[in-house]
């Protein structure tokens, strides 16, 4: 005879342990942007009641992100791990692509969807007017007119 009450606690488990996805690594939210990871982590200095279930995603979960202390880690396909230096997180004036180097001085368009983001994490400016960005999930070294950068976070 089947025992449900097993079965039951079992699915439970099962469905647990896949949601408790080991890449919040403590963050109450987690976003992959492609080319970076966010997470954000609870501020002891600030008391909030986080939001269940869908209300803390999307246009509802940026109406609180002052509250928490932001965290940017380099996207690859495993969890990461390797944290970005806030100084190396860019504010974007906008309007600009992201590139692929084919040569010495060639680059093309790599995606047209940098509007997504914010910012972006540029690991080191060349003479020549580019920035490489930190390594992503797309295992490409890609590129931006350092003219399309703002400003480095603050840390604050």
């Given at each position: 005879?089947i025992n449900?009450?097993?079965?039951?606690?079992?699915?439970?488990?099962?469905?647990?342990?896949?949601?408790?996805?080991?890449?919040?690594?403590?963050?109450?939210?987690?976003?992959?942007?492609?080319?970076?990871?966010?997470?954000?982590?609870?501020?002891?200095?600030?008391?909030?009641?986080?939001?269940?279930?869908?209300?803390?995603?999307?246009?509802?979960?940026?109406?609180?992100?002052?509250?928490?202390?932001?965290?940017?880690?380099?996207?690859?396909?495993?969890?990461?791990?390797?944290?970005?230096?806030?100084?190396?997180?860019?504010?974007?004036?906008?309007?600009?692509?992201?590139?692929?180097?084919?040569?010495?001085?060639?680059?093309?368009?790599?995606?047209?969807?940098?509007?997504?983001?914010?910012?972006?994490p540029?690991?080191?400016?060349?003479?020549?007017?580019?920035?490489?960005?930190?390594?992503?999930w797309?295992?490409?070294?890609?590129?931006?007119?350092?003219?399309?950068?703002?400003?480095?976070?603050?840390?604050?």
């Open positions: 005879m449900f009450k097993m079965i039951s606690l079992i699915s439970l488990g099962i469905i647990i342990t896949g949601c408790s996805d080991v890449k919040f690594l403590g963050a109450k939210h987690y976003s992959n942007k492609m080319i970076y990871t966010e997470r954000w982590f609870v501020n002891p200095d600030i008391k909030i009641s986080i939001p269940s279930g869908t209300e803390f995603y999307g246009a509802s979960a940026e109406k609180l992100k002052e509250k928490f202390i932001i965290k940017y880690y380099i996207s690859d396909d495993k969890h990461s791990l390797i944290e970005i230096a806030y100084k190396d997180m860019w504010t974007l004036k906008g309007g600009d692509y992201l590139y692929i180097k084919t040569g010495e001085n060639l680059f093309i368009k790599f995606d047209e969807r940098l509007y997504l983001w914010n910012v972006i540029v690991k080191e400016c060349y003479k020549n007017g580019w920035c490489q960005t930190y390594p992503n797309y295992n490409e070294t890609l590129y931006i007119k350092k003219s399309s950068l703002d400003k480095p976070l603050s840390g604050e």
